[in-house]
């Protein structure tokens, strides 16, 4: 059912907002954040499901169909796997980004805690 | 030369600062300096392609190429487009020319840093620009979720690129954490577009969108609108700008408030009127009520600010609230006026952060209550400065006049009294803040003199005599940008279905509409005169008294803590989401 996957895609969502809205500290908030990005692919994902569809591989179809044939529906959408395929290289990048700024806080300001890292405020 | 030879040359707008963005930190070994000066050159590269454009393109033929010849085959577009506009033209051009200046100031201002680090500067700074004019003049809403991603990962390294100063790690990660919750939401919103229509070219969406909208639509518009809010630094969504542009280096903060923002803004104009059909959704009131929020918190906000940077910074979502409004008129004039003050946001904000450098780089100092005495010792900072002021102030002839003027006209032609009312409001507010900042640093008298004083480079004086006769010209030449500029660009956003066809069919585009305005309207004068003695008496009273209490409270709400200012992010997302999906 891909009402599950939807279900479970707003939880893991929610999970990783959670985090983000409560935990001070930083590697936990950049671990609610990972959460939340891994909840929009499996979203978008799902959003590209058809009932009873192959995967997008359009070359040398099984059961004696033609490519055109398949591409008229027995398949998932190829542009929102795509979607994902690029939010996932971005992501990784992202994350990069996200640890080495935690590693640079932690070494200015010898804590993880986002709360005894606000100099500026007002 | 033609539009397919015009068409063909519009994608090395964004190649050739990418190109320069790989090679500056292998030029970089070479010499020193030379990765930047590649930058400036590559940059006014990238304003070649968009100048031959121009003629055509605000003439209201819209120039539109198909990256790799996947064009549009029955109505249906695979292939990423690249349509040059005159509303997107307008950024564009902006985004590579004021980079280009402030690329010279940083030319001279970090010519002392070592070879890695003005490499990964110069890298970084064109990645930015690239992203800002492919947003510009993208036609695929995928690909403007690309280069949304591209600005943002180059502007974290910007952000914390002076990473020896603690607060500069603090800002990098607070525009880290809301930033990705806006890709978040904007990588939604576009899945759920694409899977309600099938398509992401925006000219496609607007002929899928005008049979009709449905929940999944307006849910999709409302986090597109809270995502692409977050870039803007509209409130609620704010609460990275201010310490982003405290944070890095003076270039950066023009580069950020001046260019960098209106990304979010452009993107919003487009989605509400050239994919959305108008009047299908909530949209305009929804932008409405951000950009008035946006236009006085950030007023007020920016009154009470000590650091002049910040102050600035807050300025800017006051500023970008002021341009919301406009849009959210949905009138030839307001729109007009948006457009319009976007470019000279765009000039004097600039200006405004290059002179903040400026006094920090000579004087060391960055906070209101150091300051003092400027005036005698930076004569030419202190004339770009209140230029700068007198334009936001929007005094004739400067150029706010002109821009405020249009949108104020749109507002009583709409009814929306109430709102040209706290307009008015934020802007008496907005004038206090800027005069108290001019007095505080450049006229009041500092007993102390200033410690050994560092003297202002060719760089910085050119970067901001660009900037300020720009300005000055944006403000002198209202008529010729009013019909060459304005007009064309408001036509195109407010015609959507003619946008859509010249994307997709190859037709023209909108002819553009005659946007009027009486420049020397008595009531308009009145009102700028009465407002600035307004301010005047505001701003001396306020350094007077102690801080009020609803000014104490408003900046308690900015606790500085990145959670809190994720959950107003949220916040904000969830209601803009459900007032659009609920909305009919």
Not at chain 2, 62 to 80: D, E, I, N, Q, S
Not at chain 2, 130 to 145: H, Q, Y
Not at chain 2, 366 to 380: A, D, I, K, W
Not at chain 2, 473 to 498: F, N
Request: net charge positive.
């Amino acid at each position: 059912m891909i009402v599950v996957n939807y279900l479970a895609a707003a939880a893991v969502f929610c999970l990783g907002l959670y985090a983000v809205l409560t935990r001070r500290n930083i590697i936990k908030m950049v671990m609610g954040l990972s959460l939340m990005e891994a909840s929009t692919y499996l979203f978008v994902v799902s959003v590209a499901y058809r009932a009873r569809s192959t995967a997008p591989v359009l070359l040398n179809p099984q059961d004696g169909k033609t490519p055109a044939e398949l591409a008229k529906g027995d398949v998932a959408d190829p542009v929102l796997q795509n979607f994902c395929l690029t939010a996932i290289v971005i992501g990784v990048a992202l994350t990069a980004v996200f640890l080495a700024v935690a590693v640079r806080v932690a070494q200015h300001y010898r804590t993880l805690d986002a709360d005894k890292v606000r100099a500026m405020r007002g | 030369m033609t539009t397919p030879v015009l068409a063909a040359l519009l994608p090395l707008a964004v190649v050739i600062p990418l190109t320069g963005a790989v090679a500056a930190p292998l030029l970089a070994r070479l010499s020193r300096r030379l990765p930047l000066v590649v930058s400036v050159v590559a940059l006014a590269g990238a304003a070649v392609p968009l100048a031959l454009a121009a003629p055509s393109v605000f003439s209201g033929t819209v120039v539109v190429h198909y990256l790799g010849g996947w064009v549009p085959v029955h109505g249906a577009a695979l292939g990423v487009g690249f349509a040059a506009d005159p509303f997107g033209l307008v950024f564009a051009l902006a985004f590579v020319v004021i980079g280009a200046l402030l690329l010279v100031s940083t030319l001279s201002q970090f010519g002392g840093l070592g070879p890695r680090e003005l490499g990964g500067y110069a890298c970084l700074f064109q990645l930015l620009i690239a992203a800002l004019v492919g947003s510009a003049l993208t036609a695929d809403l995928f690909n403007l979720f690309v280069w949304f991603e591209v600005a943002a990962l180059s502007s974290y390294g910007l952000t914390g690129f002076l990473l020896e100063r603690p607060v500069a790690a603090e800002a990098a990660f607070k525009i880290l954490v809301l930033t990705t919750l806006a890709s978040f939401l904007l990588f939604v919103g576009i899945g759920l577009l694409y899977a309600g229509h099938g398509a992401l070219n925006l000219a496609q969406l607007h002929g899928s969108l005008a049979r009709g909208t449905r929940t999944p639509d307006r849910i999709a518009l409302g986090l597109l609108v809270a995502g692409f809010a977050t870039k803007a630094g509209l409130v609620p969504f704010h609460g990275w700008l201010p310490d982003a542009h405290t944070a890095a280096p003076g270039p950066v903060s023009a580069l950020f408030s001046g260019l960098m923002v209106s990304m979010g803004v452009l993107a919003i104009g487009r989605l509400a009127f050239q994919v959305y059909a108008s009047g299908s959704t909530a949209v305009l009131g929804v932008l409405l009520v951000l950009g008035l929020a946006s236009a006085l918190l950030g007023a007020v906000l920016a009154l009470a600010q000590d650091d002049l940077k910040r102050l600035l910074a807050y300025d800017t979502i006051s500023q970008m609230g002021i341009v919301v409004v406009g849009l959210a008129t949905g009138t030839a004039a307001g729109v007009g006026g948006a457009t319009y003050h976007f470019v000279n946001h765009a000039l004097f904000k600039s200006l405004l952060f290059l002179c903040a450098g400026a006094i920090l780089h000579a004087n060391g100092v960055e906070r209101l209550s150091e300051m003092g005495s400027l005036v005698r010792r930076m004569p030419v900072v202190t004339a770009a400065f209140v230029l700068g002021v007198l334009s936001i102030v929007g005094v004739p002839p400067f150029n706010s006049y002109v821009s405020l003027g249009l949108i104020h006209d749109a507002l009583h032609e709409t009814h929306q009294e109430a709102a040209y009312v706290l307009m008015l409001v934020a802007q008496v507010v907005t004038i206090a803040a800027l005069g108290r900042a001019t007095w505080l640093a450049f006229f009041r008298r500092r007993p102390q003199p200033y410690e050994n004083p560092e003297r202002l480079r060719a760089g910085m004086i050119t970067a901001m005599s660009g900037l300020g006769v720009c300005c000055v010209a944006a403000g002198a030449l209202p008529e010729q940008i009013l019909r060459y500029v304005v007009a064309p660009a408001q036509a195109t956003l407010l015609h959507g279905s003619a946008y859509a066809r010249a994307v997709l069919d190859g037709g023209r585009g909108a002819a553009p509409a005659p946007v009027a305005f009486q420049y020397g309207n008595v009531e308009e004068l009145v009102t700028v005169a009465v407002s600035v003695v307004v301010a005047a008496a505001l701003a001396y009273g306020y350094l007077r008294i102690r801080e009020p209490v609803p000014v104490r409270a408003l900046r308690a709400v900015h606790t500085g803590s990145v959670n809190d200012y994720a959950a107003y992010a949220v916040g904000g997302a969830v209601l803009v989401v459900a007032v659009l999906a609920l909305a009919i």
